[in-house]
């Protein structure tokens, strides 16, 4: 495992896509990114003072391939872990990838997949207050507890906790994890619109299922979606 620290760069999660010979657990870190990237597509921007970081899980052949979709609610799972280590507040998991406080983002988790290395790249609003546009939609540790924290020392147990929860995972803990995931369920009972290709759906979001998928009540019929088919935004 190597540490990369810089002070700016574009993104973590490309600058270990782009590196060779990536060993399992390397980890990158950044002040700040120039191009930092989120799901679907979308930027992901912060101002100095959040946790930018990214680091390498090496393919496990004891894990068959379709185990790996449920590899960003394990990172959530290790997230929420790490984050209550710091502070106690009242933490929700937005199925799939997304860790809210008092209804606003706190945390976004990045997994991207290149040759036999997953990359894990997770973004926490630590010290940084300001959200400019997104205030209403976005908050960080200071906001919400009045206190600073050291940022190295919360990546680097994320890692710990991801390395933990990844070992519980292997050995038969899936269902502590989703037990986990579904105490902590931000979108159970809120309305929810998916989208699929042209086609909009609304309904009323449901527990995560055990096969990762969220389960959806749409007009009274249970309908359970997976992220890799669907694309799904949420009112
Ligand atoms: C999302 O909310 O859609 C996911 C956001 C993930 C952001 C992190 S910040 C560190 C790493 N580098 C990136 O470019 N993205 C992830």
Redesign the pocket.
Known sequence: MRVFRFGEID????FLKRENKLENYDLAM?KN?T??????G?S?V?KEG?A???FVLKENSKLPMEEYRKLPLVVGVAVLRALKKFQSLDYKFKWT??IYVNEK?IS???VEKINENFII???INVNNEDFGDLKNSATSLKIESNKEFNIEELILTVVEEFKNCFEEFLNGGWELILKEINEKNYLLDKPVTIKIIDKITRGIGGKVLDDGTLEVDVEGIKKSFDIGEVHISFK
Not at 35 to 40: L, M, Q, Y
């Open positions: 993104s973590t999660n490309s950044a990114q191009e930092g990237r989120g799901r679907r979308n992901w912060s959040a930018l970081f990214s990838n997304d983002k976004g988790i990045l790249g997770i973004g």
